[in-house]
């Protein structure tokens, strides 16, 4: 197996495990009578973090899977609508700020990156809007070192989770408990 093979199956793996949450949550939203709600007007709310310094890679792979979902709004939020630049150079605009960024999100994502992660790890602005925004997020879920920023908003504690094998050994300093696989899945 080569390594676009492996990527289409990997892809194909976690939008199916993603799609199954999702349906199921669907299925269990209901109204005071006990009946089934219309959920097909609401398109699915996806919110992918973009910060200075991440990894477009963490990005565009996710977001390419997500963007041919049917009935799926992606949007890529960050602070402003300012260019965002990634660790290698790439120019990525939000097409929403904290501000205007759906409130719930279905999903809420957070790829990985380097010194930009880092940094991230302490600005409260952008903790605050993951803290946020995770709570009521039907599925929250990160690439790479993306799950150090999701510990770092308060979002990881006492729930698995994994990271880059360079810094997973940080994240019981964030609340979670840490599993040494490559992908982890607890609540949602």
């Known amino acids: ?26 299925q269990q939203t ?6 089934q709600q219309s959920i097909s007007d609401k398109p699915t709310e996806i919110a992918m973090l973009i910060y200075p310094g991440m990894t477009a890679l963490d990005l565009i792979g996710p ?4 963007g041919y979902l049917p009935g799926v709004n992606v949007e890529l939020v960050a602070k402003t609508k300012n260019p965002v630049r990634s660790d290698t150079g790439i120019t990525i605009l939000p097409s929403k700020t904290f501000a205007d ?3 719930p999100v279905d999903i809420l994502f957070v790829g990985g990156g ?25 599925l929250v879920t990160s690439v790479c070192t993306g799950s150090m920023v999701l510990g770092a908003a308060g979002l990881l504690r006492g729930h698995k ?4 094998w360079s810094v997973r050994d ?19």
């Open 63 to 66: 977001q390419q899977v997500f």
């Open 30 to 35: 209901r109204d005071t009578s006990g009946k």
């Open 170 to 188: 940080l994240l019981p300093q964030l609340g979670a408990e840490l599993v040494v696989n490559r992908v982890v899945q607890d609540r949602n």
């Open 161 to 164: 989770a994994t990271s880059h």
């Open 1 to 26: 197996m080569d390594r676009r093979e492996f990527g289409q199956r990997l892809c194909g793996a976690a939008l199916s495990a993603a799609l199954a949450k999702l349906a199921i949550a669907q």
């Open 114 to 138: 380097s010194d930009g992660t880092v940094a991230l790890m302490t600005d409260s602005e952008t903790l605050d809007f993951l803290a946020w925004r995770g709570k009521t997020a039907k």
């Open 101 to 103: 960024c759906a409130d």
